[in-house]
């Protein structure tokens, strides 16, 4: 069966550090692969999407950006982080249909 | 922006009542999903209506979709206490990406 991993769970970071969360599938192959931002009480933001390796589109402009080195990992990144970008971080993958889509636990990021 | 937009923000009910929510989009959509999230959770995928279906079943959900008003709702029957989360909209224009709505939140108490 597929299932998602997103780590660190919660992260405490200063203003003007670095960032990186890391997603990983498994069970399945060649996934649509989404990051997210969601702010408390509100909906969910894309971020980025990848359809490949390597392929990376941007919903967003903002302070962050993703990678895709490898198949069924998917990273988001920043080089120095601002207080807007405290928020639920979360990553999905798409079924075999193409469709639905499955969430990770997220990642809490608190930037104070 | 948004494209979908669900309304009420919050509902507050017994167990057994129904609970219904509505989403409101703005473009023409291939699908349009519900999902669920508890508290500090990842979503849960619940159900998803094709473009051209009128109504779908699942368990105790029941989706609606009005592509003429733009408008889908989700019907939860005989509600628990475990229905308490947030339930999302989220419109499909292709296999890439989903746009989601604000959210409802759903308080069903014992």
């Known amino acids: 069966s597929q299932t998602i991993h997103q780590w660190p769970a919660t992260l405490v970071q200063p203003v003007g550090s670095p960032l990186s969360l890391e997603c990983t599938v498994e069970g399945t192959s060649n996934p649509n692969l989404y990051w997210y931002r969601q702010a408390a009480g509100r909906g969910l933001q894309l971020l980025f999407y990848?359809?490949?390796?390597?392929?990376i589109s941007s919903e967003v402009p903002q302070n962050l950006s993703a990678s895709r080195p490898q198949d069924r990992q998917f990273i988001l990144s920043s080089k120095k982080l601002l207080l807007s970008d405290s928020g639920f971080y979360l990553c999905a993958w798409t079924g075999d249909r193409g469709d639905e889509q499955y969430f990770g636990p997220g990642t809490r990021l608190t930037v104070t | 922006s948004q494209q979908g937009e669900e309304d009420p923000q919050a509902l507050s009910i017994q167990e057994g009542e129904n609970a219904t929510m509505n989403c409101s989009y703005k473009t023409s959509i291939n699908n349009l999903q519900w999902y669920r999230q508890n508290s500090g959770r990842g979503l849960v995928h619940l159900i998803l209506i094709r473009s051209n279906e009128r109504e779908k079943h699942s368990g105790r959900l029941r989706v609606t979709l009005d592509t003429s008003k733009k408008s889908s709702s989700l019907l939860i029957t005989a509600s628990r206490a475990a229905d308490t989360a947030s339930y999302f909209c989220?419109?499909?224009?292709?296999?890439?990406?989903?746009?989601f709505g604000t959210g409802t939140r759903l308080q069903v108490f014992p």
């Open positions: 989220a419109t499909g224009f292709n296999t890439d990406k989903l746009i």
């Open positions: 990848s359809v490949g390796i390597g392929q």
